[in-house]
């Protein structure tokens, strides 16, 4: 057998930080298997199987389009399903990823106890899996829309930095709550509320233009509320009055929140394999 | 070939006990402390240190293979961690020279739900090796797995032999310049094991690969190994070649004895007890403790001895003595129970215990203890006793016919 061509690694105390990046890269296949693992088994022994990505955001799109006509909400002339459809698009998206990631380390506990691999991959992975069930909605989601006969502008070329930034919005939010939840359990209690609550202070059933004027900084520091707006926005070519400041806020937190994730997460990880 | 594979530099791993409720922190708790207390530093006199390393040193050259000894806590797991990249250590480094494959399990993050072919290529990528490596491998992964017919069943299906057999194939095909196995050989039927401690051999001195072994398989480690490191007390307490360093740890054992937590409504089993010196000099004398709320009329002591594949060896129990020992009601006490000489080959053995009474049985502690037996008589031409079987019986040879 060659010597290796490989540097030798060095492994001491606070060292995996140096090739963390390296290794995240080295280990893209095994983040690959382990999102194809979790699409296999996700819909395995259900009888009606990938339906279920669908089930969920049409039953809560004819719910809020029921509610929605009841209690007249303004729609801006846009068919109250579509509407509802394009908003819950990336809500589903975003609450899916934060249930998947904070659960995957948790239930990935074996692996992490056995093997080494940058342990930033399971909340990766569980985010990718999400994201695969917003593109079968999103599919969904055009059938509708030629169903009702609305056509996308142009806008719709920056729909891709939407879903950037939704992508970005899961995986520091689930960053956040997969560490903590390692540790304290507490999260497990606090996510279902967070996914509930968080679905009626986004504009998903409403537009961002019925809330009140003073309460707009306040309402606009809920980083869905720019992505859905901005989702709107480019599919509907419906902007919002403070459609920009939105974006904006949401931009910046989305940023605060992925970067300081990626640094609790980083930070806590070295002790996963002791705690789990 | 004499490049060094592995260093280690005064490694040490602390771990803090916490003596409180176990387990993932309660946020509650945090939270009210800091109420409380916001400036002073956490419950200083709650938690202690325990050091599962501490100034470990050692190098491994390129193509040694080396088996790790000692007893249970005694680092073993600890060290295999840290060089594994599974947790860091707190003091000293480990430099490594080449790509690292390490088995601590067989069958890490095998799914149940997904099929034989599938969770070869997810178990594959787990230890390492690329989607081309498996692909590459598949046939030969399967013809030694025994499983072909069965590939695109979910493993959830499986016996756990298949299971066992598929798991260790993936693991047996990883090619990496430095192995390191924890006790994975305990696995599957004799004649798996057999095969299996075959590719073990081919894998560690075939190709010049170094290895870290870890076991407390005695025959096996003699087998494979050529260097034996024995830890004590996170502690490096020998090193050398493995029939001398395994003889002197299997020597110096400690009493080995297990306490056991009694009910006080319920009859248990308090301990369990070995004597190591008689063991040295290769006999076996247990001591069983227990405790009673009501006198047991008569309390019923068994004992079994396993093989390290499962299969009784050997055992008895009170009900079975002669007329030299009476059994009589009693509520506590220890029993002994000896056998002087037992015929047994050198290996390692695990006793499972019982307490009973005339009618029932109360306590059952499977794998209260384990012990490695070094007959006194040892022959080194002897087939392992997975071969010959666990007895060593006093064979007379001699002929009857010659030409």
Known sequence: ?276 | MSAAAITVEGLGKRYTLRHRAGGPGLLRDRLANLLRAPFRRRDPGSREEFWALRDLSFEVKQGEVVGIIGRNGAGKSTLLKILSRITEPTTGRAIIQGRVASLLEVGTGFHGELTGRENIFLNGAILGMTRREIRAKFDEIVAFSEVEKFLDTPVKFYSSGMYVRLAFAVAAHLEPEILIVDEVLAVGDAAFQKKCLGKMREVATGQGRTVLFVSHNSSALLDLCERGIWLQQGRRAGDGPIRETLSTYLQTGSAMQREFAVASDRPGIASVELDSAALQAGNLRFRVTFRSPTPLRPPVVGLIVYNKLGQPVCGANTRMTGPEWQPAPASAGTIAAAIESPPLQSDSYRVSVWLGDAGQDYDHQADALSFDYVAPHFHPKSPPPEVIGPLNLPWKWSWEDRA
């Open chain 1, 1 to 276: 057998m060659n010597p290796s061509p490989l540097p030798p690694l060095v492994i001491e105390a606070g060292r995996t930080e140096r090739h963390y990046w390296a290794d995240l890269w080295r280990y893209r296949e095994l983040f690959a298997f382990l999102a194809w693992r979790d699409l296999l088994v996700r819909y395995k022994q259900t009888a009606i199987g990938v339906a279920w990505a669908l089930l969920q955001p049409f039953l809560t799109m004819v719910v809020f389009t029921v509610f929605g006509a009841w209690l007249a909400v303004p729609t801006g002339g846009v068919p109250r399903p579509v509407f509802v459809f394009v908003a819950l698009l990336p809500w589903q998206f975003f609450s899916a990823s934060l249930s998947g990631a904070s659960n995957s380390l948790v239930s990935n506990a074996h692996l992490i106890s056995k093997v080494y691999f940058p342990r930033l991959i399971v909340p990766l992975s569980a985010v990718a899996t999400s994201l695969v069930d917003f593109l079968i909605s999103a599919v969904f989601l055009a059938v509708l829309m030629a169903v009702y006969g609305v056509a996308p502008g142009p806008a719709i070329v920056a729909l891709p930095l939407f879903v950037l930034l939704a992508f970005c919005a899961s995986l520091g939010a689930g960053l956040w709550l997969t560490a903590l939840n390692v540790k304290y359990r507490d999260f497990r209690f606090v996510l279902p509320f967070i996914v509930q609550f968080g679905l009626y202070i986004s504009p998903v059933a409403f537009t961002s233009d019925i809330v009140p004027e003073r309460w707009r900084p306040l309402y606009s520091l809920n980083p869905l509320v720019g992505i859905i707006d901005g989702f709107r926005w480019s599919v509907l070519g419906q902007a919002t009055g403070s459609l920009w400041q939105c974006v904006g806020t949401s931009a910046a937190i989305v940023t605060a929140v992925l970067f300081s994730g990626i640094w609790y997460f980083r930070r806590t990880e070295k002790t996963f394999a002791d705690v789990i």
